[in-house]
């Protein structure tokens, strides 16, 4: 957390630094790398900005549609929007107004709420902006009262008028003044241009609650800040000291004992959030003569590159990795940019990189074809189900492959059905207050009966705010909610959260900073697996 120290020699130079606790629980050499991601990161959200629809004005500018293959419609279009903001800086008596250009608004109801919220000074936002690609624009009583655009160094407003352009810079062309700039200019990328069912025009008004508002203040992909941004580098959210080799010659004395003996098998509640204790190792590469070279899966999945499942291999086969293969596609309006200019570790270089994700204190046994196949008859299993959104596709292209040699039980009477549960909890953070997510649960998830086995997956580390509200503070918060309320329903916790954490940045599908794929989700099958068949294969063989 930060910290502000004081100089014994003059008390009003102060510095800002960062302290963490850091135990090496293993000997070896470590780099460790801390990024600023949240300030206040916690929201509740549990108020909305006040929204006023507009009165109806004419067709076009209601419906905000433009026919691009009628000359001048769109600039007709644009015009109308600049009359439009025009009239209410009138209407409210405000003397300076800016527009919002975001990465992609799914919302524009949530991303100019939190634009004008999160803005110092700002008193009223509308949507549509005056400007070509605007989703929203901010409204100040006066220009001098608009802080976040305010160069210190003349006292000046700095405009958005930069002359810089992210997409076009080099290294040796980053500016040495820090100070906020367009970081990319949105006539520089193919933008969705006008946005597509954005509802009836609005004014709005910023939450005016008591509570801290949250700051997302990484480098990453968000909604409402990629183009206006504080990041010219996406290493300048690094705190200071971080990529340094730590040599630990010492091991922690618990890691050492359990080095000495056979540690136990993981049990459920070693999923728990606030006990869960592991990391990721890694080992030396498997020689292809053992586990065939790797080759793409062409199967329907997630999009992205995975290496094929071969159950005819060993099965530590499946967890070697081309890390410099893994999320560079792209599927959202300016997510190529973000890809060019995203910071991430040196594990991003790995073409042959296998590990796994180990806990201190309990093992998690791999299973193979075989073994699975046992479970399945063991336990009389007729289907897995998976349930959710994108989360749930991410995790099914790493599931279906290790079931793709499995015989299911025919359905029928004392024969059991799987679910694996994703939550759509992404879309919870994005849209309700906690106190909604707990009657969410409440109502929709019922005791678990004879006959089915239920698991649900918790949020993943968010390294972004794709989408206002999706932040790693709320993910942590919400699935330790869900934990409470599932748990004694019978629902068992699946946690993806902390081996997500390490992979955030490297192995992020669109570089979003949120659909985490690779290592992480062969985790998260291992961990399925284990808990599903490990006691059902234990007794069969006692």
Known sequence: MPHKLMSPYDKDNHRCAWRYDFDASALGDYSVHVKAVMFQGFDNIDERCKMVPIPSRNYQFDTQNANKTLEGDLERLESKNYDFVVDMARWGNFSHHRGISGMKMYSPTDSCCEACTRTRNCRMFTFPGALHFDECELYFNEIEQDLDFLDRENGKYVGRARGYSY???TVQSFPDIRRRRLVI????????WPIQNIGVPHKGFPRSGTAAISYFIGCGWSSTLAFENPCHYPSDDLIFGSGKNIVEVVGHPQNLAHAANVIRSCRIEDER?????????RYPYPDDSICLPIVPDRAKGFRGFRPMYRGDRPLHCWHREDLTKLANTCAEPGCPWVIKHRWVTDLKKEHNWYGMWESYDCQYEEFGDDRIQQCVDQKRISKIELKGLSIR???KSYLTP???NIKFTDAGNETLSVVIDTLK???QLWHLSIDDYRKQLEDNYPNVTKGSENYWLTGFYYTSEREPYVQVDRSLYYSKVAWDILTPRGYKMINA??????FAYDTDAQADGMHIVGPPMRA???KIFHHLCHDALLSATS
């Open 167 to 169: 997409v076009n810079q």
């Open 185 to 192: 200019n949105a006539s520089e990328i193919k933008k969705i």
């Open 273 to 281: 959030l606030d006990t869960a204790n592991g990391r990721w190792v």
């Open 393 to 395: 596709d991410v995790v």
């Open 402 to 404: 290790r079931l793709q």
């Open 425 to 427: 909890l992404p879309h």
């Open 497 to 502: 959260f902390d081996v997500t954490a390490a």
């Open 524 to 526: 998260v099958v291992t």
